[in-house]
């Protein structure tokens, strides 16, 4: 199985701050790597795919980059709406695995 | 656009098998070349993958799970389903369905959840 690791598994922010999420990969995976928003009793949301092409809908204030084996969220300008926790997925194998989240709070 | 829709029991016994159904409407669950995943999260923690199925009626398991874990397809319906048998209190979690359309594709959209209780 590809593991994959998240890095924080929280973080205090504030409104207005710049925010990093990183994931690592136990193996290359290219630029097979997603990431999901997931608010308190929602389903998880797709922000990210393929490493760095944005969702339909979401805010350009989200981005990502990375390949191979280690990759960045990052978030330019927190909104109130952005504390919720993240998560990295990979699709790279049909074993799909997933972070273990980072959950973003309010500082 | 696709919607997908979890149903089925919310409490099972303990040793017992949980049975969830996800509905598809807005794509043919038997054409294309999509992967129709099962995932879950107790509650406070992370995501886990359980498995899929293709369109063609291949599957794949978490290798934590595959030894009780049998995902099928009910093209009559539109639907797919999840069986998870002997199950414990550590089954107890939100189960999602969700869709990748392609073998590289990230998996989106899901369904909205829904709480299984594995207690007796």
């Known amino acids: 199985d590809i593991q994959m690791t998240q890095s924080p598994s929280s973080l205090s922010a504030s409104v207005g701050d710049r925010v990093t999420i990183t994931c690592r990969a136990s193996q290359s995976i290219s630029s097979f790597l997603n990431w999901f928003q997931q608010k308190p009793g929602k389903a998880p949301k797709l922000l990210i795919f393929?490493?760095?092409s944005l969702q339909s809908g979401v805010p350009s204030r989200f981005s990502g980059s990375g390949s191979g084996t280690d990759f960045t969220l990052t978030i330019s300008s927190l909104q109130p709406e952005d504390f919720a926790t993240y998560y990295c997925?990979?699709?790279?194998?049909?074993?799909?695995?997933f972070g273990q989240g980072t959950k973003l709070e309010i500082k | 656009q696709v919607q997908l829709q979890e149903s089925g029991p919310g409490l099972v016994k303990p040793s017992q098998t949980l049975s969830l159904t996800c509905t598809v409407s807005g794509a043919s669950i038997s054409s294309g070349s999509y992967y129709w995943s099962w995932i879950r999260q107790p509650a406070g923690k992370g995501l886990e993958w359980i498995g899929h199925i293709h369109t063609s009626g291949s599957t794949k398991y978490n290798p934590s799970l595959k030894s009780r874990v049998t995902i099928s397809v009910d093209t009559s319906k539109n639907q797919f389903s999840l069986k998870l048998t002997s199950v414990t209190a550590a089954d107890t979690a939100f189960y999602y369905c969700a869709i990748a359309f392609s073998q590289l594709a990230p998996l989106d959209p899901w369904g909205q959840g829904t709480l299984v209780t594995v207690s007796s």
């Open positions: 393929a490493a760095s």
């Open positions: 997925q990979q699709s790279y194998s049909t074993l799909y695995t």
